[in-house]
């Protein structure tokens, strides 16, 4: 299967390593993987802070860009929440690429959950708010995870509650945000898990941030990281 990587704004300017673990992973299953240089940003932010016309060439050039792919993978829940379901609303009737998250993809279009992974750690996973709420991921990345040879997966109360994020909302409303992130952060201290995963490295800042402040013994990985891990090369 030919599969694009969309690999989204933040993942490219503070966490390349997400999209590498991307292409690992896909590769070693045995697909190829294409980056198309000509991507840009979804529009999130734009369309999120009102510019919804400021929006439209960045969903026109985006179905552009991804057009002729067997699937369009994209490593954050938000990102990929924005092309499928709102892309649509701001440019009616545009032929749209087949887009899915990193789990909808391994699980829904390529059938595996063991993907011959290896992460001696214990590790605990928060369902992010477009993960849960508009993709309804359910236990995709869970099942992915239990899959993972040497991982032992930890509950973490509270999973389903936001982190305080929000991306605009943690600017404008900074005090919520910082309470809502420490509420989390105090839930994900609390299972004793090694590692915090989640399918959006927008959230993992947040909580990392909180996490490395209450100095924390809790690293923050995308989950993407975690699959790509190998015996040979462990994470």
Known sequence: MRIALFLTCVNDTMFPGTGKAVVKLLRRLGHT?????????????????????????????????????DAVVVPSASCAGMIRELHPEVVPG?????VHELTELLVDVLGVEDVGAYFPHTVTYHPTCHSLRMLGLGDRPTRLLRAVRGLELLELPG????????????????GVSAAMGADKAANVRRTGAAVLAAADNSCLVHLGG??????APVRVMHLAEILASTEEDPA
């Open 33 to 69: 993987v294409v980056f198309p240089e000509e991507q840009t940003c979804c529009g999130q932010m734009h369309l999120n802070s009102g510019y919804r016309r400021e929006c439209e060439p960045l969903v026109r050039s985006f179905a552009a860009t991804f057009a002729g792919f």
């Open 210 to 215: 909180g996490l490395s402040r209450d100095g």
């Open 94 to 98: 545009l032929a749209a690429p087949p």
């Open 159 to 174: 999973a389903e509650e936001c982190c305080g994020f929000g991306g605009t909302f943690a600017m404008k409303n900074a």
